[in-house]
């Protein structure tokens, strides 16, 4: 819409990207090169492919939308191209497209995403409580976007339109009505708006709601980190958080693990964080989630198998526990997925098979099967062996006479749960 109408309005060429050329991110990029873009809206996919690139170009104008984008990233597009404009826009289609817009400070600090900035003329937004109060500045809210650019609502389904826009009390004109966005945002100290994530993305997780954009953005806001994404996946028939990340340079980035534990509680950390050379996109250049690998399948090629039989019982309860995947000796039990409640059965387990009380303290502590097998000695201690002990046997119609002077209700009771009815 606005590429169009915009052109349209200076006086400018509309160039319509090639169908052959949209999905892959360096043709992309190349093809903005070819036709001399000045002004171009790219996706999230292709910006890595932008910032080794842009100073080629004859750029302008950078739109950039539809998915959180980090900061530091544009600003170093930005630097490569003097003079360039970048704008995150953000917008659902119901509200005709954008709802807010914020002009990137080149000179700017910020580590996490972009903000997604302020409404634009005419289309106010509301950040509302789950009573529909605003909030002040700095607190989690919904999104509400309302003004001229409102649609009408959903051809033929009335009742979605009903769920979707609804009145705004704000506006202070009968048969105002502002669309519900689903998107939690909250103010910045500036006034900018900063987008959290979904609604619909608040899980729960072994009795600990969590926003995953909370997650997602303390792991975007890691230096070596170019773009991340944090979702539930379940492994092992468990329900996990795993991270992903695409690195800002080469060489891949430290143990982000480690990092999120000195900034999240303990439940808000992924189990593990998969890095990518880049993001799964689909025929329209939106991220494809269902191709995001599990953590088993990036491993890397340095498999080795466990050595000696207690270290193949761990690998063996541990792998079970995992969904029947294969584990190594120098796999971390926790980068494939595990979490408390793993690590619980896992050491009641590991106990059960060698005769021994394991503390599931240790299996933080030495992850892999071999340093578990090696700490062992030092950690556990064998299991006493349970001893029955003597007892005297009651006369038979002494215990009877016994049973028969209990209540009728208590009898029954007692011969269902030995009938097992």
């Not at 996706?43 to 750029?59: H, K, Y």
Request: with cysteine; hydrophobic share 45%; aromatic share 6%.
């Amino acid at each position: 819409m606005f590429e169009i109408f915009g052109a349209l309005r200076a006086g400018a060429t509309v160039d319509v990207v090639p169908a052959a050329v949209r999905p892959h991110a360096e043709r992309y990029v190349d093809w903005l090169g070819e036709r001399g873009i000045t002004h171009a809206y790219v996706p999230p996919f292709a910006l890595n492919a932008l910032e080794a690139r842009v100073s080629r170009l004859s750029l302008r104008k950078l739109v950039v939308s539809v998915e959180p984008t980090p900061e530091p990233l544009l600003r170093r597009i930005a630097a490569a191209a003097p003079g360039l404009s970048v704008v995150n826009g953000y917008g659902p289609t119901e509200a005709t497209i954008f709802a807010t817009v914020h002009e990137l400070d080149p000179d700017g600090t910020g580590t996490g995403m972009v903000p997604i900035g302020r409404a634009v003329p005419n289309c106010p937004v509301r950040v509302l409580d789950a009573d529909g109060r605003a909030v002040p500045v700095g607190v989690p809210g919904e999104l509400f976007a309302g003004g001229a650019g409102l649609a009408r609502g959903y051809l033929g389904r009335p009742a979605a339109t009903a769920e979707a826009f609804v009145p705004d009390p704000f506006a202070g004109r009968p048969g105002a009505r502002m669309y519900r966005t689903g998107d939690v945002v909250r103010y910045r100290p500036d006034g900018f708006l900063r987008f959290l994530g979904r609604r619909d993305q608040q899980v729960k997780l072994r009795g600990v709601r969590i926003e995953l954009g909370e997650v997602q953005a303390a792991l975007a806001a890691q230096p070596e980190v170019a773009s991340a994404l944090v979702t539930l996946r379940r492994i092992g028939g468990q329900p996990v958080l795993v991270g992903y990340v695409v690195p800002a340079g080469p060489g891949g980035p430290p143990d982000l693990r480690a990092r999120l534990r000195a900034l999240l509680p303990a439940p808000m950390v992924p189990s593990a964080v998969v890095v990518l050379d880049g993001w799964p996109v689909t025929v329209n250049g939106k991220l494809d989630r269902r191709a995001l690998p599990l953590p088993e399948s990036v491993r890397g090629p340095g498999f080795e198998p466990p050595d000696g039989d207690r270290e193949r019982t761990v690998a063996g309860i541990l792998g079970k526990l995992l969904g029947g995947r294969r584990v190594g000796r120098h796999d971390d039990f926790f980068d494939l997925g595990a979490h408390s409640l793993l690590a619980a059965q896992a050491a009641l387990q590991i106990g059960g098979a060698l005769g021994l009380d394991v503390p599931v303290v240790a299996l933080f502590s030495h992850p892999t099967v071999a340093g578990l097998v090696e700490a062992l000695p030092a950690v556990a201690v064998p299991v006493a062996p349970i001893t029955a002990l003597p007892r005297a046997h009651e006369d038979p119609a002494a215990l009877a006479a016994r049973i028969a002077a209990l209540p009728g209700d208590v009898v029954r009771l007692l011969t269902d749960e030995v009938s097992g009815a």
